[in-house]
């Protein structure tokens, strides 16, 4: 569990592919170098994207977790 | 709280120490542009290239869609009806009414019930629209490119088509970024 601050969090629950990365890629463009960004989602087909998303642009998946069918990225901009 | 998988922190695009240049320039090589060639208007292939294309910009990629034939006849704008100078292009824009929310499906389309319960599935489902999908790549910065010929074939006016579309090109474009690397998408 990352102690660090979160700086935006971006609730992509009920979105089909592919808004959850799409939305998550306009929010990391907003945030400084180093900054976190929670992303929340219930798209079963996310675990794969965030990772595929996170190793092409070189941002990094700091946490992947699942609760209760919601998805939880913390991502951290490269 | 479970943890569903080993979070994926390798950095891929890491700069090569300036020692060593050339021990790996194949790991090295930028990502590749992505080049979708636009070319069917049915509503399932228009909404693939729109999904595409989207992710492909948020992935980091430069994409340029390529508008051409029943592709391009998508992009006119949605109150336009018909498109044409003569009797010919006028009436092909009857058949086939022009802009990106009046698509109809390959299959299934039974005079407009098939689309009809696709959306509304999307709707059911919050799968964005191809408008909707459109306007986001639009404001995430995908080029729109049209094609000459099929504007001038169709009989398309500039005002007939979509705003922010770039200037019109031709096959050679595209060759010449497939050859230089862009990865082609046929839709």
Same mark, same amino acid.
């Given at each position: 569990?990352?102690?660090? $601050?979160?700086? $935006?969090?971006?609730?992509?629950? #009920?979105?089909?592919?592919?808004?959850?990365?799409?939305?998550?890629?306009?929010?990391?463009? #907003?945030?400084?170098?180093? $900054?976190?960004?929670?992303?929340?989602?219930?798209?079963?087909?996310?675990?794969?994207?965030?990772?595929?998303?996170?190793?092409?642009?070189?941002?990094?998946?700091?946490? $992947?977790?699942?609760?209760?069918?919601?998805?939880?990225?913390?991502?951290?901009?490269? | 709280?479970?943890?569903?998988?080993?979070?994926?922190?390798?950095?891929?695009?890491?700069?090569?120490?300036?020692?060593?240049?050339?021990?790996?320039?194949?790991?090295?090589?930028?990502?590749?542009?992505?080049?979708?060639?636009?070319?069917?208007?049915?509503?399932?292939?228009?909404?693939?290239?729109?999904?595409?294309?989207?992710?492909?910009?948020?992935?980091?990629?430069?994409?340029?869609?390529?508008?051409?034939?029943?592709?391009?006849?998508?992009?006119?704008?949605?109150?336009?009806?018909?498109?044409?100078?003569?009797?010919?292009?006028?009436?092909?824009?009857?058949?086939?009414?022009?802009?990106?929310?009046?698509?109809?499906?390959?299959?299934?389309?039974?005079?407009?019930?098939?689309?009809?319960?696709?959306?509304?599935?999307?709707?059911?489902?919050?799968?964005?629209?191809?408008?909707?999908?459109?306007?986001?790549?639009?404001?995430?910065?995908?080029?729109?490119?049209?094609?000459?010929?099929?504007?001038?074939?169709?009989?398309?006016?500039?005002?007939?088509?979509?705003?922010?579309?770039?200037?019109?090109?031709?096959?050679?474009?595209?060759?010449?970024?497939?050859?230089?690397?862009?990865?082609?998408?046929?839709?």
């Amino acid at each position: 569990m990352s102690t660090e $601050q979160i700086a $935006q969090v971006v609730d992509a629950k #009920g979105l089909a592919c592919p808004m959850p990365i799409v939305k998550t890629a306009q929010a990391v463009k #907003g945030l400084a170098s180093g $900054q976190l960004l929670e992303v929340l989602a219930t798209d079963a087909g996310s675990t794969k994207d965030f990772a595929a998303w996170a190793k092409v642009t070189g941002n990094e998946l700091v946490e $992947q977790t699942v609760e209760g069918g919601v998805y939880r990225f913390v991502l951290r901009k490269k | 709280m479970t943890a569903i998988a080993e979070p994926d922190a390798t950095v891929v695009a890491e700069p090569a120490p300036a020692a060593a240049p050339a021990a790996a320039p194949e790991a090295e090589a930028p990502p590749r542009d992505i080049l979708i060639i636009c070319y069917s208007g049915e509503l399932e292939k228009i909404w693939a290239a729109m999904i595409l294309a989207t992710t492909g910009a948020a992935m980091g990629a430069k994409v340029r869609v390529f508008l051409t034939f029943w592709g391009l006849q998508a992009f006119v704008k949605d109150e336009v009806r018909i498109t044409g100078d003569n009797t010919m292009q006028k009436m092909m824009s009857f058949m086939q009414r022009p802009g990106i929310s009046h698509r109809k499906l390959s299959k299934m389309n039974f005079l407009g019930m098939g689309p009809w319960m696709m959306k509304k599935l999307a709707k059911q489902y919050n799968a964005a629209s191809p408008k909707e999908l459109l306007e986001i790549a639009q404001s995430m910065g995908v080029e729109f490119m049209p094609c000459q010929m099929t504007m001038e074939m169709f009989g398309l006016k500039k005002g007939d088509m979509i705003d922010g579309l770039g200037e019109p090109v031709g096959a050679a474009t595209v060759i010449a970024l497939m050859q230089g690397g862009d990865a082609p998408l046929f839709i």
